[in-house]
Nanobody, 123 residues
Framework: QVQLVESGGGLVQAGGSLRLSCVAA????????MGWFRQAPGKQRELVAV???????NYVDSVKGRFTISRDNAKNTVYLQMNSLNPEDTAIYYC?????????????????WGQGTQVTVSS
């Protein structure tokens, strides 16, 4: 089992920045790809960014150039630096651990999830 705990959400004005953190506990010897998803009210949960154990990253088009995903394997921690935030980024952000099978974009292919952290961007 792996437990994921997110932190760093909050309220920020448009154009501002936030840094989310996700600490993994439990079977931390795993070499899973890790990702950040978000879910806005009335919308489906969507993939925002993915990082492999070796540091290869991938982003959804709407956040490219504004968000940066990174990880510190020694600390079992994944980060999401979010810059130039806009109201459309308002959502609950979830950290997740990839199962190793299937598309990154399907939530069913992710084994473990954090409880989520709220990000609210005011205009």
């Amino acid at each position: 089992q792996v437990q994921l705990v997110e932190s760093g959400g909050g309220l920020v004005q448009a154009g501002g920045s936030l840094r989310l953190s996700c600490v993994a506990a439990g079977r931390t010897g795993r070499r899973d790809a890790m990702g950040w998803f978000r879910q806005a009210p009335g919308k489906q949960r969507e993939l925002v960014a993915v990082i492999t154990y070796s540091g290869i990253t991938n982003y959804v088009d709407s956040v490219k150039g504004r968000f940066t995903i990174s990880r510190d394997n020694a600390k079992n921690t994944v980060y999401l630096q979010m810059n130039s935030l806009n109201p459309e980024d308002t959502a609950i952000y979830y950290c997740a651990a990839y199962s190793g099978r299937g598309s990154y974009y399907a939530t069913t292919n992710w084994n473990y999830w954090g409880q989520g952290t709220q990000v609210t961007v005011s205009s």
